[in-house]
């Protein structure tokens, strides 16, 4: 395929074997990097296969820091998960085997991971301020989303103290998980106002950039309130807020909730450039031949030791396709899979 191709004043021929388009239609068909079962199920894209990897590995700092990612409260959304992931395990299409427990790894990251030595440099604070109006866990994931994204909060709350703020919608929770959200809360900027009264979302309206509010209590200051329920927000009060039932839905809801915030500080539009949030599709192929059966490794009615996590996580198959590598020597030789071979072929016959 020869292109003319106009540079300054000067055009010059260029040999090409695909165009554009057709180089992507190829590199389409691979399906290496497809995201693995398990990560296609979370909503909030936690890296599973890679937080599995480093149990597996006895790593635990680097699992924790693939779970931080995902929460500002690791405990606390490991006790209450209701881990649709693990339902999407692949080991569930073998006969005589159990998926993977990863709920139980959750928990056991979120109690014996490690937390880097070195802290991370202090960022910039936002200049648009942010309130947030009511308690429970949506109010409480919320504010952990926005703190990490250097937004100065503030919560206006009824609760008397932080303890019972706390308590509201996180019976689900042991007192420990509560004791480590507590610890974390405390290191992060987040100024409460306690025995806030019910007309206060009125009252400090034109007193922050962004408002935020729990579900139940927006319905009750704005009963005609019409909400976005994915972008998690009401244009007409311009109010960010509504509902979610469940802990991991929560903390998606306050995930978008917090990235509709930061659009907003920006006079942006919500819906724009949000790029793929929730739950995806994946096209990956992994061939179970020759995968033993394993039963879980962690009793269900036991705290989690470490060597039953790291034994659990060792039954991880780390799904990914290499079956067209299983058959290429020269796949095997160049250990690159087809999309980056593609890829590498297009560019060297053009140059």
Same mark, same amino acid.
């Given at each position: &395929?020869?292109?003319?191709?106009?540079?300054?004043?000067?055009?010059?021929?260029?040999?090409? &074997?695909?165009?554009?388009?057709?180089?992507?239609?190829?590199?389409?068909?691979?399906?290496?990097?497809?995201?693995?079962?398990?990560?296609?199920?979370?909503?909030?894209?936690?890296?599973?296969?890679?937080?599995?990897?480093?149990?597996?590995?006895?790593?635990?700092?680097?699992?924790?820091?693939?779970?931080?990612?995902?929460? $500002?409260?690791?405990?606390?959304?490991?006790?209450?998960?209701?881990? $649709?992931?693990?339902?999407?395990?692949?080991?569930?299409?073998?006969? %005589?085997?159990?998926?993977?427990?990863?709920?139980?790894?959750?928990?056991?990251?979120?109690?014996? %991971?490690?937390?880097?030595?070195?802290?991370?440099?202090?960022?910039? =604070?936002?200049?648009?301020?942010?309130?947030?109006?009511?308690?429970?866990?949506?109010?409480?994931?919320?504010?952990?989303?926005?703190?990490?994204?250097?937004?100065?909060?503030?919560?206006?709350?009824?609760?008397?103290?932080?303890?019972?703020?706390?308590? =509201?919608?996180?019976?689900?929770?042991?007192?420990?998980?509560?004791?480590?959200?507590?610890? +974390?809360?405390?290191?992060?900027? /987040?100024?409460?106002?306690?025995?806030?009264? @019910?007309?206060?979302?009125?009252?400090?309206?034109?007193?922050?950039? /962004?408002?935020?509010?729990?579900?139940?209590?927006?319905?009750?200051?704005?009963?005609?309130?019409?909400?976005? +329920?994915?972008? &998690?927000?009401?244009?007409?009060? %311009?109010?960010?807020? %509504?509902?979610?039932?469940?802990?991991?839905?929560?903390?998606?809801?306050?995930?978008?909730?917090?990235?509709?915030?930061?659009?907003?500080?920006?006079?942006?539009?919500?819906?724009?450039?949000?790029?793929?949030?929730?739950?995806?599709?994946?096209?990956?192929?992994?061939? &179970?031949?020759?995968?033993?059966?394993?039963?879980?490794?962690?009793?269900?009615?036991?705290?989690?030791?470490?060597?039953?996590?790291?034994?659990?996580? @060792?039954?991880?198959?780390?799904?990914?396709?290499?079956?067209?590598?299983?058959?290429?020597?020269?796949?095997?030789?160049?250990?690159?899979?087809?999309?980056?071979?593609?890829?590498? /072929?297009?560019?060297?016959? @053009? /140059?």
């Amino acid at each position: &395929m020869i292109l003319d191709e106009r540079a300054s004043t000067h055009v010059y021929r260029q040999k090409r &074997m695909l165009t554009k388009e057709e180089l992507t239609e190829k590199e389409s068909l691979c399906v290496h990097e497809q995201p693995a079962y398990c990560n296609a199920a979370c909503p909030l894209k936690l890296d599973v296969k890679g937080m599995i990897g480093a149990i597996a590995a006895n790593d635990w700092r680097k699992a924790l820091s693939f779970y931080e990612k995902i929460t $500002p409260f690791p405990h606390l959304l490991s006790a209450g998960c209701e881990a $649709p992931c693990q339902n999407a395990c692949k080991l569930c299409s073998l006969q %005589g085997t159990d998926a993977v427990s990863i709920k139980g790894l959750e928990h056991a990251v979120a109690l014996y %991971g490690e937390k880097p030595k070195s802290r991370a440099l202090p960022r910039m =604070k936002k200049k648009k301020t942010v309130a947030i109006f009511g308690s429970g866990l949506f109010c409480l994931f919320l504010a952990g989303e926005l703190q990490k994204k250097a937004y100065p909060v503030t919560v206006f709350c009824a609760e008397p103290d932080i303890q019972t703020f706390l308590s =509201k919608g996180t019976d689900f929770a042991g007192q420990t998980a509560l004791d480590d959200t507590r610890t +974390a809360l405390d290191s992060m900027d /987040i100024r409460f106002v306690f025995s806030a009264a @019910s007309d206060t979302l009125e009252k400090e309206r034109g007193n922050y950039d /962004i408002l935020c509010a729990e579900y139940n209590l927006a319905r009750q200051c704005c009963p005609d309130l019409e909400i976005d +329920a994915h972008l &998690m927000f009401s244009r007409s009060e %311009g109010l960010i807020t %509504g509902p979610c039932t469940g802990v991991l839905d929560t903390a998606y809801a306050a995930k978008r909730a917090a990235l509709t915030a930061d659009r907003l500080s920006q006079n942006l539009d919500p819906s724009n450039t949000r790029g793929e949030e929730g739950p995806c599709e994946t096209r990956l192929y992994t061939d &179970m031949k020759g995968v033993e059966p394993s039963l879980c490794q962690i009793p269900s009615a036991a705290e989690v030791t470490k060597e039953q996590a790291v034994a659990e996580a @060792s039954r991880c198959i780390q799904c990914q396709c290499d079956a067209c590598i299983k058959g290429c020597a020269y796949l095997q030789h160049y250990k690159k899979f087809p999309r980056i071979l593609t890829r590498e /072929i297009y560019n060297n016959v @053009s /140059i």
